[in-house]
């Protein structure tokens, strides 16, 4: 599928004119050209973003978006190369709380 079509199905899914989400068209294709854990994942955000953009928020823009990604991006990295899961003590890295 081409990443301008699957982006306007997208959009209509929640009744917004692709036009306003043509930014997010060049992360659509960087998604279908991924493997399908990524594909998904990045999909997934996209979506997510829609659904803010059509309650109004502004906030949902590309760069938030890409700001996800790379959020998603480090913590997978994070928990390979540590032994590590959000949400737990500093001690692991030489830090503590308090």
Same mark, same amino acid.
């Given at each position: 599928?081409? $990443?301008?079509?699957?982006? /306007?199905?997208?959009?209509?899914r929640?009744? #917004? @004119?692709?036009? !306003?989400?043509?930014?997010? *068209?060049?992360?659509?294709?960087r998604?279908?050209?991924?493997?399908?854990?990524?594909?998904?994942?990045?999909?997934?955000?996209?979506?997510? $973003?829609?659904?803010?953009? /059509?309650?109004?928020?502004p906030?949902?823009? #590309? @760069?938030?978006? !890409?700001?996800?990604?790379? *959020?998603?991006?480090l913590?997978?990295?994070?928990?390979?190369?540590?032994d590590?899961?959000?949400?737990?003590?500093?001690?692991?890295?030489?830090?503590?709380?308090?």
């Amino acid at each position: 599928m081409e $990443a301008d079509r699957l982006l /306007a199905r997208m959009c209509r899914r929640h009744a #917004l @004119d692709p036009d !306003e989400a043509a930014d997010l *068209e060049r992360l659509v294709a960087r998604a279908l050209i991924s493997p399908s854990s990524v594909r998904k994942k990045i999909l997934a955000l996209i979506d997510a $973003a829609l659904v803010r953009r /059509a309650c109004g928020d502004p906030t949902a823009t #590309l @760069d938030a978006v !890409e700001r996800d990604l790379d *959020e998603e991006v480090l913590l997978a990295v994070a928990k390979r190369v540590h032994d590590w899961e959000p949400g737990a003590s500093l001690d692991g890295f030489g830090l503590t709380e308090g």
